[in-house]
């Protein structure tokens, strides 16, 4: 974290919900003093009410640390405009259908940006009946490997979780047009649109 909340966020989010300075302080008990004390900058919020002013802003602890308004712009769920998040320390994934503020082990999680493999990264794809075999030939150590596929289209989105150690394959019904994703956890994310 680059910066403790400053008063400015908190006098444009305390007006954004219509309140004076006197409904904060009542609903957060403390003095209307204080909440001008914090908005000022002659002083800052105690840690214990942080997320209670947070609550009471209506925006996540980490929005109002940050002063920044998460704010989803993708309205009609378009799974194709999905958002992948792996947390580098234990690995969890997370899927967004659009901008989200995750955060897991304590960090913040920016989304992965996707890119084209290069050649230790290629993913095989064969058509078996109705549904996509895919397969790698990448180290699958417990120290290097593809952490999952994932297979998006306009309306669903799947995934197989990978383990080190294991084959790297999975299996999707084809659903036609829409992209895979894999993630190597040295590399990052990869996808390929079929």
Request: with cysteine; aromatic share 8%.
């Amino acid at each position: 974290m680059k910066h403790y909340i400053t008063g400015t966020t908190i006098k444009t989010l305390r007006e954004k919900q219509h309140m004076t300075q006197s409904q904060l302080a009542t609903k957060l008990c403390v003095s209307d003093k204080t909440i001008s004390k914090w908005e000022t900058g002659r002083g800052l919020p105690d840690i214990s009410l942080i997320e209670p002013l947070a609550s009471v802003l209506q925006v996540s602890v980490p929005e109002l640390l940050s002063g920044e308004l998460i704010i989803n712009k993708n309205r009609s769920a378009n799974i194709l405009k999905s958002n992948l998040y792996v947390c580098p320390i234990c690995g969890n994934i997370f899927h967004s259908t659009g901008i989200a503020l995750i955060s897991c082990c304590g960090i913040t999680l920016p989304p992965l940006e996707a890119e084209i493999a290069d050649n230790e990264h290629q993913l095989n794809c064969e058509i078996i009946e109705n549904e996509y075999f895919l397969s790698a030939k990448h180290d699958m150590t417990k120290t290097h490997y593809i952490s999952f596929i994932a297979y998006c289209t306009d309306n669903h989105f799947e995934i197989v979780k990978l383990y080190p150690e294991g084959n790297i394959e999975a299996r999707f019904l084809s659903r036609g047009q829409g992209i895979f994703f894999w993630y190597c956890n040295h590399h990052g994310l990869f996808c390929k649109k079929i």
